[in-house]
Every structure is written in C-alpha cells, then in structure tokens.
C-alpha cells in the first residue's frame, strides 16, 4: 500500500471517530516544482503544481471534505489558500504564510484539510507565499449538493476560464530586486487565458486556447481572474454574457456584453452559441485606474470555435465593444449591478444590529530609508497600508502565536479608525503628515458573534488612488453599499442595501470613494485581510481579524493538526527579509 493511500485511509478513519466529515470526502496530490515552459518566444523555468499551468481543478460538492497532500520540491517554501472557502473553526489549513503557517519547507509536505460549508460555484485555490501565486494556482469547482440544483436550466456544458499574469523572468527574483531597491514593481509581459497568452503575442498563436462549442446550447464559464496586478475586462465576440454567480454565490442574473472582475473574484457567466457557425475572440483586457501608469498595456485572447461543417474566416471574429484599458465607468457601471438571491433556497441574512464599526482608509504611502536610498519618492521605500500601518510579517505565524499565547509576535491593537480625519480624495497629499506610514504587526480583536461594519475609504496619497480588491479570509460577507469620494456618515448610509446585497469574499473599493460590508464573526481563529494586487500585498496592504472563541467546544477553534510546517528563516523569502525588514 502507497504512503498516500495508508494516509486517506487513516485521515478518513480519524475524521469519522471524530465526527468532522461532511458530505464525501476527496483525496488530492500536489507535487510542487519547477517546470520548464516557452512562451512569448523564451524559455523559463517556473514552479507548478503537478508541471501545469494552470494547476489541476478540484471539484467537490457543497458539504464535502478535501484533503490535499502537497510535497515540496521547489526551490524555496510555499503555503496554499483555498480561497473564499471558509474553513469553519479550521483556520490551521487556510494557509497564509506567516498568519496561519509557516511556510512547506522543500523536501518536506503538509496535507491540507478543506471544509466546504455553505460554499457553492466557483472559487480558486492558490499560493499564498510571497508572489509564487504567479503559476501556482488553479480553479476549485463546487458542484451543489445531492438533491438540489443550480437556480437555473442546467447548462449543457461548461468550462473554467483563468486569467493569470505571464513573466519572462522568475516572479521571486523579480519580487527580491523591487523589495530590496524600494521602488515600482515589474509589469508582467503577457496576460493568459487557461495557460496561454493569445493571438496578439509573439510565438503565441499556435498555442491559443480554443473552446468548442455547439450551436444552440449554453455553456457554463467558470471564471477565474489570478492575474497578479491589475483587474480585468472580458467579453465574447458578438456574444452576451449572463452573470450567475460571484465568489461561489449565486446572484441574480446580470445580462452584459462584457465583465470586469478583480483579482482574487470568480464568476459564473452563461453564453449560449447561438451566432452564425464560426471564430469568435475571447478577450481579456487590463483595466486600471490609477495615476502611475504602470502596468502591462496588452491583451490576452482565446477562440470560441464553433463546431460543424464550414469554412472557417481567416482570422476570428473581433469584439464590437470591450472598454478600454481607463473606461472608469464601465467598470463602475457592472460593479454596481450584482445583488443577492435573496430567495427562499438562498436567503440573505443581512446583519442589521452592529456591534463593532470600523472606519478604514486604504492608501499607498512610503517608509523613510537611512540616507533616502531607497527607490521610491524623494529616497524613501514604496509602502501600504490600512489606517496608515504597513503590515510586518512575524517570524512565527499570528495563529500558533495567539493559540499557544506566545508574546511578542504580534500586538492586538489595530486601529477602529485612521490617525487623522482629513480630505482623503484630495489632490494635494504628498506631505509627510500623509504619506509616511508606521510598520507593525498589528491586529484587531473580535468577540465571537460581534456584528461587524466596516467603511473602506479609499485616498489619494500621493496621487495615487485606486481600485483595490479587498479580500477576507474565512468569511463570505455583504457589501451593503459604494460610492465616489469621501464617505458621508449621514448621507451615505441611507444609501445602504439591506434587502438583497452580494454576499462575496472578494470586493472591490473604487478608486477615492468607499465601500461597506457587514458580516458577523462566527467563525473563530486567525483570518487574514489584504488586497489582492500581490504588490499592495506585498507593500503591507494588510491586516488580521483574530475571532475569540465563543465558550463551547462547537464555537471554538478546532484543535492543530499533529504535524504544521516548522517556522524557519532558511527559506529564499522567509520573515525576516519581507519589505518591512530591508533598508533597516
């Protein structure tokens, strides 16, 4: 008997005496190393899970338990997210590299226990270590549970659709020579439809991917977007899309020529083929509003080919309409649109009492460098932050620290508010009063069952507003209301949507205007908050939400695996070389 079939077999068996199964249960390997690959006409080596890019699809149903056995043999330690799935009571496994593990050590592995709960539809699963996301990440397909079905016709078929980032050099060199000079960062050099960039690169368009279609029928997108930097338009050539659902939830249907969907969102979208027989592009565009202007300006392509007898055109059919790299309002426009079911098989059930409120402002600010040596503005180091702090990642992670009430890895005391009330959308915010943050590794505290509203307000330090995609581990929560500028406690919340928000992991903030979200804290542990443009990331855009546990074995953390990946120093990237410890 494999060492793998003796470890399902003994995984079942103390899951079952210990009465934690839901639903099947799965068994997945992940072997992580690097794999050559030719794109754009050169060759690199990138690391992958089981050598594909994307990596494999999962697939389970709504309930269900997954385990995955990742082995190392890569070059430097990695975790893996399952992204917007919960993980109830079960922060262990969530996998953010120092907020609930350390990194996989290579020549070492780590089985990952996954909880599905009230999860349904698309989500994604990737690596949460440094920018290794890049080309390592694939689609996580959660099917509903026996005896129910989709709120809609059952489509006739369907196919997942990932966008990534592609770049000629390797991610980690690039993120260790911008971490270490303190200025921007390396735009990508393609974007990818399913692993490959399209007609419009060089050396690409023998490989372009291409999805067959029948005329007539629906087909179900399963849309990812792990593109690293930059949000992303997308529409089908003389096709309608039908939004279903986001961040596996249903919404109510959102009939559009085109999407936009942030890094870390996943859609569903139905097409039915029902054009003349033929080629029509898929495309997926860069969308970006911000002052810096520095991003990759190019396009990713895929064909949806027609099935049957003709001749086919000898280039595929264009896109009448896809908005344009800067068309704020059209991105505005669709983002605006998703609402909950709200229905008696998938009700809302929007937080109205609120215990704990938070104001957070979200900006791109700078650390001081000894003798302005840095990259950035004026010498200084480029910087995030949430309410002016720049999140330091510890040398142990936040959850074994707070679990085993270890001292001095972290501080509970993360801001309600910014330090300073000011015109956060203004144009003129460039003095040091503004623009230098403080650098801590600090968290915020929650009761268990705390009614939790949180304004993100977003600003313009620096010149340098934008959207950021927000994304919050181990809940799904209601974005109750958006808007331009800077927000209004008295006007803006009567604009709040109470009846049937979208219920979402991942969330867009306009640029220089707020969003507001309401969840409640009843899932108990560690969970990491970010944005998921890997630099903002990278920059200390973070933040940690630790939920107390609530007095009764059922409402408190599951206990720790046996076995977590040892905190170590010796990996390429580990804590103690993050952006927050160079320049000292």
């Known amino acids: 008997m494999s060492f793998l079939a003796f470890m399902s077999i003994f995984l079942l068996q103390t899951e079952v005496l210990l009465g934690l199964v839901q639903g099947n ?74 907020i609930t593990q350390c990194p996989i050590q290579p020549g070492t592995n780590f089985t990952y226990q996954i909880l599905l709960s009230s999860e349904e539809g698309t ?11 890049a080309t390592v990440h694939g689609a996580f397909v959660i099917l509903p549970a026996n005896g129910t079905s989709y709120p809609f016709p059952k489509p006739d078929g369907e196919q997942v659709i990932l966008f990534a980032s592609w770049y000629k050099e ?47 029928k629906t087909y179900l997108l399963r849309i990812v977007n792990s593109v690293q930097n930059v ?41 039915t083929a029902k054009q003349s027989l033929g080629l029509y592009y898929m495309l997926a565009s860069p969308y970006y509003d911000g002052e810096a202007d520095d991003f990759d300006k190019s396009m990713a392509s895929a064909i949806f080919q027609y099935n049957g007898n003709y001749t086919p055109p000898s280039s595929p059919i264009y896109p009448t309409y896809i ?34 409120r938070m104001f957070i402002t979200i900006s791109i600010g700078m650390l001081h460098c000894p003798n302005n040596s840095c990259a950035g503005p004026e010498g200084n180091r480029i910087a995030s932050g949430l309410n002016n702090i720049s999140f330091a990642d510890p040398a142990v992670d936040v959850l074994q620290a707070y679990y085993r009430n270890i001292s001095g890895y972290y501080d509970a005391s993360f801001p309600d508010e910014p330090p300073n009330l000011f015109n956060f959308t203004a144009e003129d915010l460039t003095t040091d009063n503004y623009t230098i943050t403080s650098r801590a590794t600090r968290v915020k505290m929650l009761d268990y069952n ?29 974005v109750i209301g958006s808007g331009l500028g800077n927000f209004n406690n008295v006007t803006d919340p009567l604009t709040y ?30 969970w990491f908050m970010h944005c998921h443009f890997d630099r903002h990331m990278s920059w200390g855009m973070d933040t940690v939400f630790i939920v107390k546990n609530g007095g009764t074995n059922e409402t408190s953390i599951r206990p720790p695996p046996d076995y977590l990946p040892a905190c170590s120093k010796n990996s390429l990237f580990g804590a103690d070389q993050s952006m927050l410890q160079m320049g000292e």
């Open 323 to 356: 908005p344009g790299y800067y068309d704020i309002d059209s991105a505005r426009k669709f983002v605006t649109q998703f609402r909950s079911l709200a229905s008696a098989e998938h009700p809302v059930d929007v937080p109205l009492n609120v215990t704990t």
């Open 25 to 98: 249960v799965h068994y997945h390997e992940f072997i992580l190393k690097d794999t050559n690959f030719t794109k754009l006409c050169s060759t690199k080596s990138a690391l992958t899970v089981n050598e594909s890019f994307p990596g494999p699809i999962i697939r389970a149903q709504k309930g269900d338990t997954v385990y995955v056995n990742v082995y190392n043999e890569g070059r430097y330690g990695v975790t893996l997210h399952w992204h917007g799935i919960k993980q109830p009571r079960n922060p262990w496994f969530d996998g953010p590299e120092y």
């Open 231 to 271: 949000d992303m338009f997308f529409a089908i050539a003389d096709h309608n899309l039908t939004v279903v659902g986001a961040d596996g939830a249903y919404v109510k249907p959102i009939v559009t020529s085109y999407i936009m969907i942030t890094p870390g969102q996943t859609m569903d979208v139905l097409v």
């Open 450 to 478: 705390a009614t939790v509203e949180i304004i993100f307000q977003g600003t313009n330090i620096m010149d340098s507003g934008e959207n950021h995609p927000v994304h919050l581990h181990g809940f799904r929560f209601y």
């Open 170 to 216: 390797d991610v980690m060199t690039l993120l260790d020579e911008t971490l270490k000079s303190g200025g921007l960062t390396t735009s990508s050099d393609s974007y990818t439809i399913n692993g490959e960039p399209g007609d419009f690169y060089l050396c690409s368009n023998e490989t372009t991917y291409r999805m067959s279609v029948d005329y007539g």
């Open 497 to 526: 949507n109470l009846v049937d928000p979208p219920e979402v992991n991942t969330f867009p903030v306009p640029k220089d205007g707020w969003a507001t979200i309401r969840f409640i804290a009843n899932n108990p542990g560690v």
């Open 123 to 133: 989500l994604f699963w990737h690596a949460h270590s440094d920018w290794s996301r």
